[in-house]
């Protein structure tokens, strides 16, 4: 069977292997038959509650068998899924609700009561909750789904969205990127493919789905029809219990989970006989940390990748040169193509030269939901490539990438002022709206501080309305309840009197920064 | 040098909007804290108790619930 929708990931695996394991939910495992069940249960109560070709669903649940099947019955229905990450605050649940209209919502008892107290907008007609449900309109319990049928299939293509996946941008709030059956197909096709995935193997998934880098673990699994060990809890002792109890094959995270990975086994010295490979995107590892990696993982393939949410991933670095060419990114994937465009925008840079990636192919995304400025500045034709492609549209990254003299690629610096903290992408302006709610602060500057462990921490200069003390309790209460845990700032500074301006009498942020990057919390009159 | 339930339960839900915590709640394995949290509840526990904890310590027995925790540092003292 060939795979040209999302729900043929699921459906291609009937014929061959409809009795093996597909997914394995805290010590309960799953056959690709029996997912494929639940499936039809859930997509025919969706259809019934009306649910219809285009629709969006929200699925706000702890990583469990639930969100997975959650995700197929909206593909099976044509409609499009939107995993929220659980760690987001109901805020921002009702914020992604808002922004692409959500119809239908899946999510769990605890947070069930947090929205409840919430105005729930009038199209979000129906709320499925994962255990007990209220007795309130619109929301109904998972376990109480009566058998149903489902009309036959629905006619959708490849071009058809299949998902939306939230991402901060640096500036504003998040925004929804749209991916279509075939920008995810083709991603895991091309994942599949440098990794050499078959159906023996079995991938430990810790990363989010909501997070492009996580829904991959997924995707590439099914679509060799091999299978995946969910594992929601991020300690090291867990992870490397459940690698070795499920003869895990491979283990995809990022920066600061490879720290705290590296630093137990240097500990424990494990042994992990069933790895085969392991992969790092969403930042950079310290070096001393990649040699260690060699020590603790030996004889096992080592893949440091680099992309983003809006064109999935764009490069990789080949295990065998892990060791020659260590912290590089690498090179282009299968079937995406990048170049790095000079200065000026008008050059393809050469060896020795940097400049900012731009990534074309199949695996550009649609764009953000509802944002068409938004989306053709990020996606849009350029006058360095109009002589190759002409006038296809390429993502640009705002990353800034250095060839060296073998044409491999080695990550810089951000364009713009986004914060990466423990790979979640955080918007500065972001940040500073929200603070800004509170009532006695008048002007707000947040950035990112270069740390270890996390990647980047989240510090926020603010000024007060008649210079009064700032209240840090208060404030850190307000970000709490606005943001999720890794966007809360770990530093807050005060600005006594008012910000520099520049000549257009905006803040001049780069002057503030530098006055706090770096520094110990000082006061500073101005 | 020494670590309360109080100091805990206060610490937690500083950081994270908690309804009703208390110290048989489980907090890593029902996705109620994440790894972030996790870094600065030990960060906050060395801190006030003067116990190191090792990555080895760091497990779901050790830490999924305050009682648990207090548990630990009782045991880590000895």
């Not at chain 1, 291609?12 to 029996?34: F, G, H």
């Not at chain 1, 440091?304 to 949410?309: A, I, K, Q, R």
Request: charged fraction near 25%.
């Amino acid at each position: 069977m060939f795979t040209i929708v999302f729900h043929d990931l699921l459906e291609k695996n009937l014929n061959e292997r409809k009795d093996q394991v597909a997914i394995i939910d805290r010590y309960k495992s799953y056959t690709y038959d029996e997912i494929y069940l639940k499936v039809e249960k859930l997509a025919s109560w969706m259809y019934k509650r009306g649910v219809r070709k285009g629709d969006r669903v929200g699925i706000y649940l702890y990583k469990s068998i639930e969100e997975i099947v959650a995700m197929f019955a909206a593909s099976r229905i044509g409609a499009v899924f939107v995993n929220i990450n659980y760690q987001w605050t109901v805020k921002q649940f009702d914020y992604v609700v808002s922004d692409c209209q959500i119809k239908f919502a899946v999510i769990d008892e605890r947070r069930c009561k947090e929205i409840l107290e919430t105005n729930i907008p009038e199209y979000l007609q129906t709320i499925l909750v994962k255990g007990k449900a209220p007795k309130e309109d619109r929301f109904f319990s998972w376990e109480s789904l009566p058998p149903l049928l489902l009309p036959e299939k629905f006619a959708c293509i490849d071009l058809d969205l299949a998902a939306i996946l939230y991402t901060s941008g640096s500036t504003g709030r998040p925004k929804g990127v749209m991916l279509s059956s075939l920008n995810i197909i083709q991603g895991a096709r091309s994942v599949a493919k440098y990794l050499n995935n078959n159906s023996t193997d079995r991938v430990i998934s810790v990363l989010p789905f909501s997070f492009d880098y996580g829904l991959s673990q997924l995707t590439t699994m099914f679509l060799v029809g091999g299978s995946v060990l969910l594992q929601p809890i991020q300690m090291p002792s867990e992870i490397i219990r459940s690698i070795k109890e499920y003869n895990v094959t491979g283990f995809a995270s990022v920066p600061p989970t490879w720290i705290s990975i590296v630093r137990y086994l240097q500990e424990t010295k494990a042994n992990l006989p069933s790895l085969r490979y392991i992969t790092n995107s969403g930042g950079k590892i310290p070096k001393n940390i990649l040699k260690a990696m060699q020590n603790v993982f030996p004889e096992v393939a080592i893949y440091l990748m680099y992309g983003l949410t809006e064109s999935f991933r764009s490069t990789y670095l080949p295990p065998e040169m892990f060791e020659k060419k260590m912290g590089s990114i690498g090179r282009s994937i299968p079937n995406a193509e990048t170049f790095i465009i000079n200065n000026n925008g008008d050059g393809i840079c050469g060896p020795g030269e940097e400049g900012e990636l731009v990534h074309r192919g199949v695996l550009v995304s649609k764009g953000y939901w509802g944002k068409e400025d938004a989306t053709n500045e990020k996606i849009k034709v350029c006058p360095a490539l109009k002589k190759i492609i002409g006038d296809e549209k390429v993502v640009y990254s705002g990353d800034i990438i250095k060839i060296d003299e073998d044409g491999y690629y080695w990550f810089v610096s951000r364009i713009d002022s986004l914060i990466k903290c423990t790979g979640f992408r955080i918007s500065p302006q972001e940040v500073e709206e929200i603070v800004l709610m509170l009532e006695n602060i008048l002007e707000a500057v947040a950035f990112g501080e270069e740390d270890e462990a996390f990647g980047q921490i989240v510090h926020v200069v603010l000024s007060t309305i008649d210079d009064t003390d700032l209240d840090k309790e208060k404030i850190l209460k307000h970000c709490k309840k606005n943001m999720p845990h890794y966007m809360i700032p770990k530093v807050i500074h005060q600005f006594n009197g008012k910000m520099p301006k520049t000549a257009s009498g905006k803040i001049d942020v780069p002057m503030v920064v530098s006055m706090f990057k770096g520094k110990r919390q000082i006061e500073i009159n101005y | 040098m020494n670590i309360k339930k109080e100091d805990l339960i206060e610490f937690i839900k500083d950081k994270v909007d908690f309804d009703d915590l208390d110290e048989k709640t489980l907090l890593f394995s029902e996705g109620n804290l994440d790894s972030v949290s996790q870094l600065d509840l030990i960060a906050f526990i060395e801190d006030k108790t003067g116990v190191q904890v090792e990555q080895l310590d760091v497990t779901l027995e050790n830490f999924d619930s305050i009682e648990r925790i207090l548990i630990f540092i009782t045991k880590k003292k000895v």
